[in-house]
């Protein structure tokens, strides 16, 4: 018995003492971002000069300093950000290169070991042990931004944290631990965060699909619900005369029901439609004018300044 407790000791031992050193060898990759007067919070360097971090965590601040494993300090600044996928970019020139390699993005899975290795101002590397607790397939955030894969850690996460890397036991970056719904926490993928990051650097922003429509949400009467086939639709009160709608003759008044055939929901809804690889693309837009159901096509046109 106590030969059995003393090999699991030392096997536990071992195991912890490779953490230990996984974790020193990933850290130079670990950086804290603080802004003037405000909170810190963790980022990830995706590369020589520039680190990902979580925008939704980053304040809105003229002045940012990164924190690296040597206790230097960097000046920073915000190439980009982007809501939809929670993901910012930063500029930092005087960072060196210390890149994580991507995990295989299949290889989440649940039950899966996981390390979150963030970094904190005052106390230096922050980590979390814990598992995935759920691996799906590709999904669209509520912002309308698409994520490759839904992965929900079963992990705490604290400010500090957000932002960290979320590494598997081979020191891969399967993505970056964000706060999601619910004090839930997610990782956003590393194939995701490298599509964002490199948009960003290009463009500073992430392009949008645009109709050129301000509109709002009406519920429809019981005879036109039966034409409609749905209970609401959404009111164009506005049309901007250079737009793919004006082009398509869309007119004020007129009730967009339904994209290429499925029902709109809602406003975020029709949102969520419009990213990216939305724009160029000939869509039809349902929609109801003087009681009568009329499709629409028009082209879909990059948003003025999207971000």
Known sequence: MNDMAGSSTAALTAFSTELADLVSTCARSAVAIRAHGGRTMSGIIWRAGYVITAAEALPEASSLRVLTDEAREHDARVVGRDPSTDVALLAAESLTDAVLPPADPAAPRPGQFVIVLGRS???????????VAVAGGP???QLGGRLDRFIR??????RASEGAA????????V???VSGPRGTVLAIPSQTIDR????????????RGYLGMALQPVQLPDNLQRVANTGS?????????????ALAGVLLGDVVVAWNGAPIRDYR??????GPESIGSTVTLATIRGGVLTDVRLTVSERPGSE
């Open 153 to 158: 850690l079963g992990v705490s996460l604290t």
């Open 196 to 207: 964002v990051a490199a948009q960003l650097l290009a463009k500073g922003r992430i392009s």
């Open 139 to 141: 999904w669209q955030s």
């Open 166 to 173: 979320v590494l598997d036991l081979g020191g891969h970056l």
């Open 175 to 177: 993505g970056m631990a």
């Open 121 to 131: 101002a005052e106390h230096g590397v922050i980590v979390n042990f814990g598992g």
């Open 269 to 274: 809804h029709l949102q969520s439609l419009l």
């Open 233 to 245: 639709g959404l009111l164009v009160s506005k049309v901007d005369v250079q737009s793919g709608a």
